[in-house]
């Protein structure tokens, strides 16, 4: 058989690596790693979460896979690229075989990429992030919704929008106007001597540095609220930052016409990181 691929006829078997499930349905996920000095970062959240993510998509890895394979193949990927600075990890699995809706197969395939990135550590921006909130996309709660899947439609046109607009990043609400997540982030806000995030049930993905970052402020007696944020509560919040596994925390600036400090932000980067 033969396809047509941007007009041009290939064998079947010539682009075997479209014709899977993820390509087709969006049927898997995917985790992004930070790598630092070489190594990668976090190992252990990243195969909680994926495992987590294999169980919710009823995805079967082989008997053979681990938290030790799982970390062997990313110093792999890390190893045959010579990377021995900073760094970015997709990896990407996804249900094997074929199928229609309906799959053939639970097995899982997986394709690792990686690429430099300038930074080695994690570092703090030095100009606020200029934000909005998006109003061109809602997000809301499901049973997907904390997980990492290929099914990123709503950051992608969240993000086309933040590109049009020539902004750092854009602000995502859910149905009740509650704040859920930047486009590619986690979001915290700071408000005297208390940190406030919204919970899953809002709609967030439950993000790996989200993950570090309340388990440092737990452990460290932080007053921390996860709970449902109104957007308005922007207008009181003295500090707000971002947080996600490549960029570790960034500081926002402003989010449309309200401007935040970050003095306290800096404060919690330096203790957290250092």
């Known amino acids: 058989m033969y396809i047509l691929l941007n007009n041009k006829v290939f064998a079947d078997n010539q682009t075997k690596y479209l014709n899977n499930r993820g390509f087709k349905y969006g049927d898997g996920g995917f985790e992004t790693i ?25 995805l079967h890895p082989s008997n053979e896979f681990s938290p030790v394979v799982f970390e062997e193949s990313l110093k792999k990927c890390i190893a045959v690229n010579a990377i ?15 199928g229609k809706y309906a799959p053939e197969s639970n097995e899982v395939e997986t394709y690792i990429e990686i690429e430099p990135i300038e930074s080695n550590l994690y570092e703090l921006n030095k100009r606020g992030l200029t934000c909005e909130v998006c109003p061109t996309v809602r997000l809301n709660h499901h049973q997907f919704s904390e997980y990492k899947t290929l099914n990123a439609l709503p950051y992608v046109m969240a993000s086309k929008y933040m590109k ?9 609400l859910n ?27 809002e709609g967030c993905i439950n993000g790996v540095m ?21 957007v308005n509560a922007l207008q009181q919040a003295e500090e707000v930052f971002a947080s996600n596994s490549i960029k570790g925390i960034q500081w ?21 990181y250092n």
């Open 34 to 58: 930070r790598v630092i000095n070489g190594e990668p970062m976090h190992t252990d959240l990243h195969y909680k979460r994926l495992i987590n993510t294999m169980s919710i998509l009823d």
């Open 84 to 98: 021995k600075g900073g760094a970015r990890i997709r990896y990407t699995y996804f249900r094997a075989g074929g």
């Open 164 to 172: 049009q607009k020539e902004l750092d990043n854009v602000l995502l």
């Open 175 to 201: 149905d009740k106007d509650c704040i859920v997540e930047f486009a590619n982030s986690n979001i915290f806000l700071v408000k005297g001597n208390s940190i406030f995030t919204p919970p899953v049930t």
């Open 210 to 230: 989200r993950r570090v970052i309340i388990d440092f402020f737990k452990k460290h007696h932080f007053k921390l609220h996860e709970d449902p944020i109104h």
């Open 252 to 272: 926002v600036g402003a989010i449309g016409g309200k401007r935040f400090l970050h003095s306290k932000i800096k404060e919690l980067f330096s203790r957290i």
